[in-house]
T-cell receptor, first 113, second 112 residues
Framework: AQSVAQPEDQVNVAEGNPLTVKCTYSVSGNPYLFWYVQYPNRGLQFLLKYITGDNLVKGSYGFEAEFNKSQTSFHLKKPSALVSDSALYFCAVRDSGYSTLTFGKGTMLLVSP | DARVTQTPRHKVTEMGQEVTMRCQPILGHNTVFWYRQTMMQGLELLAYFRNRAPLDDSGMPKDRFSAEMPDATLATLKIQPSEPRDSAVYFC??????????FGQGTRLTVV
């Protein structure tokens, strides 16, 4: 079975500082990895994905994520946080042999002015 | 701008009533997901369809929930009878095979 772990319920960072939101995964085949963001009372918005190729992937709004196969991680990063980045972030995985999309529990990112 | 459309956006109903939620996936997408979001459980997968065929509904309470895709432009999720513990936000998402899914705005269900 596939699974995703987001070890932090909340991440606090000051505006202008770099941010990292952690994600680890478990799959039996090759992972397809995704990050989504959810603002209050809204649906989930797709940010970025790793399917194959470069381990560092870039996405919307200046976000990027690094795929690390040996550590089975896919951490979300941004060099300089904005207050408007404050939201709930979800990591998700699809197993190449089982295409259901499984989500982590989410990490609340709070960026203070 | 293609998007997943869910109706209704909000639903308040009395316990025991039937609830039907509808979803129009993005044209050309062959996979459809139904998720339920609550504070306690986070995002739970209820059902997964590929090419309109149900592939995974292991997360769905079978006694009261049912999910169908009568055609490629419509997915439905029904609860009969509804219970207060079903109160949640229900999301539909669609996507192409092996890639990201796009979410609708959700249906906020309140069962009183």
């Amino acid at each position: 079975a596939q699974s995703v772990a987001q070890p932090e319920d909340q991440v606090n960072v000051a505006e202008g500082n770099p941010l990292t939101v952690k994600c680890t995964y478990s799959v039996s085949g090759n992972p397809y990895l995704f990050w989504y963001v959810q603002y209050p009372n809204r649906g989930l918005q797709f940010l970025l994905k790793y399917i194959t190729g470069d381990n560092l992937v870039k996405g919307s709004y200046g976000f990027e994520a690094e795929f690390n196969k040996s550590q089975t991680s896919f951490h979300l990063k941004k060099p300089s946080a904005l207050v408007s980045d404050s939201a709930l972030y979800f990591c998700a995985v699809r197993d190449s042999g089982y295409s259901t999309l499984t989500f982590g529990k989410g990490t609340m990112l709070l960026v203070s002015p | 701008d293609a998007r997943v459309t869910q109706t209704p956006r909000h639903k308040v109903t009395e316990m025991g009533q039937e609830v039907t939620m509808r979803c129009q996936p993005i044209l050309g997408h062959n996979t459809v997901f139904w998720y339920r979001q609550t504070m306690m459980q986070g995002l739970e997968l209820l059902a997964y369809f590929r090419n309109r065929a149900p592939l995974d509904d292991s997360g769905m309470p079978k006694d009261r929930f049912s999910a169908e895709m009568p055609d490629a432009t419509l997915a439905t999720l029904k609860i009969q009878p509804s219970e207060p513990r079903d109160s949640a936000v229900y999301f539909c998402a669609s996507g192409a095979e092996w890639t990201e899914a796009f979410f609708g705005q959700g249906t906020r269900l309140t069962v009183v």
